[in-house]
């Protein structure tokens, strides 16, 4: 059943106020419900490859393979990394610490099931209030713990170096951590 009728899908990337450029990748089929987007790492040329092959081997394999949506999604995972492991064998050097972060989610009648990797924001909006919806796979969080623990101040953990290290992406040394989850429909009209 196409949900092309029914919502409304836009993607679109920003490279925010601090970078020049951004190496994110965006799919979007609306006859699925599928929505990805990924954000690449190991410096301009290799981020915006990596992104560009997890989104496509995502997407393909999606759309090919067969089970309920969560195998689904951690199968597309999977062959993401299986062809960003192919790529970074194909390049030279200096792309050899590429990586992505992605988030793959699909939009059903009923519910919104997804699957991420890394620190890329999955959001809902709703009565005026926005909500995130998986975990952010940054080292952020584990120093937001640490502070309300009192093993750091809320400062440190503010300023902290690793701040933004990931803790899990689609790179050559795997370490990635899947979030898959699923959410229930808003109700109509909201």
Not at 60 to 65: D, G, I, L, M, V
């Amino acid at each position: 059943m196409s949900l092309r009728n029914k919502l409304r899908f836009v993607g679109a990337t920003d490279t925010g106020k601090v970078r020049e450029h951004n190496e994110d990748t965006i799919a979007v089929d609306p006859d699925i419900g599928l929505l990805v987007l990924a954000d690449g790492m190991g410096g301009y040329a290799g981020g915006s490859l990596a992104s560009r092959v997890v989104v496509e081997a995502f997407v393909e394999n999606f759309c090919f393979c067969r089970g309920g949506i969560p195998e689904r999604l951690l199968s597309s995972l999977r062959a993401s990394e299986r062809r960003l492991l192919a790529e970074i064998e194909r390049q030279d050097e200096s792309l050899s610490q590429m990586g992505s972060t992605l988030v793959g989610a699909v939009w059903t009648p009923g519910a919104l099931q997804w699957v991420s990797v890394g620190d890329t924001g999955l959001y809902l909006y709703r009565e005026r209030r926005v909500k995130r919806l998986n975990a952010d796979h940054s080292m952020a969080p584990v120093l937001e713990a640490q502070a309300a623990r009192g093993e750091i101040t809320a400062e440190q953990a503010a300023h902290h170096p690793d701040r933004n290290a990931l803790r899990s992406a689609i790179a050559a040394a795997r370490r990635w951590r899947a979030h898959i989850r699923s959410g229930a429909r808003p109700p109509a009209g909201r």
